[in-house]
């Protein structure tokens, strides 16, 4: 899990909450919003998938009581990278540069909602066409049923 930033075409700030499974490569949401709080945060998990381990960086969103006692309250232990150790992170991290490059920086935006259309129509492409070296060049939804 990660978060990134950008602005729309009126320079209204948005963020992003990028989850994806480090295990199959899927992007399991994007969550298009202008402000994130540990709230929202976790609310957000809640409606994804169920978790046994997240991995994330030392952000005060992943840091903070809100957030830990989240984790705990779901059985979730909570992996967190070294300072500056982005490569223990690195899924997600490859996964961010991939969407900042074909998404991100490829359109201006007008709005949240069209930000959040052409983040899932991306999306849905991402998880059904897009094959993965680290998965023997399968698509997500290929290796998921081979396992």
């Given at each position: 899990?990660?978060?990134?930033?950008?602005?729309?075409?009126h320079?209204r700030r948005?963020?992003?909450?990028?989850?994806?499974?480090d295990?199959?490569?899927?992007?399991?949401?994007?969550?298009?919003?202008i402000?994130?709080?540990?709230?929202?945060?976790?609310?957000y998990?809640?409606?994804r998938?169920?978790y046994?381990?997240?991995?994330?960086?030392?952000?005060p969103?992943?840091t903070r009581?809100?957030?830990i006692?989240?984790?705990?309250?779901?059985g979730?232990s909570?992996?967190?990278i070294?300072v500056?150790s982005q490569y223990?992170?690195r899924?997600?991290?490859?996964?961010n540069?991939?969407?900042?490059?074909?998404?991100l920086?490829?359109?201006?935006?007008?709005?949240?909602?069209?930000?959040?259309?052409i983040t899932?129509?991306?999306?849905?492409?991402?998880?059904?066409?897009?094959?993965?070296k680290?998965?023997?060049?399968?698509?997500s939804?290929?290796?998921?049923t081979?396992?």
């Amino acid at each position: 899990m990660n978060f990134m930033s950008d602005s729309s075409r009126h320079q209204r700030r948005l963020r992003t909450f990028n989850v994806i499974d480090d295990f199959n490569r899927e992007v399991l949401g994007i969550d298009i919003v202008i402000s994130l709080p540990a709230g929202r945060v976790n609310r957000y998990l809640d409606k994804r998938v169920e978790y046994h381990k997240i991995r994330v960086d030392n952000r005060p969103e992943f840091t903070r009581k809100t957030f830990i006692n989240w984790a705990k309250s779901h059985g979730i232990s909570i992996d967190y990278i070294q300072v500056g150790s982005q490569y223990q992170n690195r899924y997600i991290e490859r996964f961010n540069r991939i969407y900042r490059t074909k998404v991100l920086d490829l359109y201006l935006f007008n709005n949240l909602e069209q930000t959040k259309k052409i983040t899932k129509e991306w999306l849905t492409i991402y998880n059904t066409e897009s094959p993965h070296k680290a998965l023997n060049n399968m698509i997500s939804i290929e290796y998921i049923t081979l396992k």
